[in-house]
């Protein structure tokens, strides 16, 4: 159910909005947005172009997410963020579809 609501999230978003304003552009922005945590980095710092996000793909979408949220609170030293949350959503489609590795 969910995966097929995704689907056609993406399938909507690509195809017929653009990208912009959509949750793979608020994903990239977040990726690279340093206002996730506290000292000054993003997700780009340590993982510009997806280096170091090779095994995402052994991930099922909840470890993704909890991931994701393990270096908010460990590489960024912020604030871990609800796992449904509209931003670990976004992060976790940007990481899973854009060109990334
Ligand atoms: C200070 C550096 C740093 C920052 C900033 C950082 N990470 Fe990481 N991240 C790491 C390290 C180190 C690992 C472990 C990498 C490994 O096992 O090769 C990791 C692992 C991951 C993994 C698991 C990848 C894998 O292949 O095992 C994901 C997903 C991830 N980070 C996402 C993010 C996201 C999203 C952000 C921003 C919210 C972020 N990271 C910010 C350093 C960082």
Same mark, same amino acid.
């Given at each position: 159910m969910k995966t097929t609501a995704v689907a056609v999230l993406l399938l909507l978003s690509s195809?017929?909005?653009? +990208?912009?304003?959509?949750p793979l552009a608020l994903g990239e922005t977040l990726f690279e947005?340093?206002? +996730?945590?506290?000292?000054?980095?993003?997700?780009a710092s340590c993982?510009? &172009? &997806?280096?170091? +996000? =090779?095994?995402?793909?052994?991930? =099922?979408d909840d470890q993704l997410k909890e991931m994701i949220n393990f270096c908010i609170r460990d590489a960024l030293k912020g604030e871990m963020m609800p796992l449904e949350s509209q931003e670990i959503e976004a992060m976790f489609l940007y990481l899973r579809h854009s060109s990334l590795p």
């Open positions: 195809s017929a909005w653009g +990208l912009e304003g959509t947005a340093t206002s +996730l945590g506290t000292n000054q980095k993003s997700c993982h510009p &172009g &997806g280096e170091g +996000l =090779d095994e995402i793909a052994v991930y =099922d």
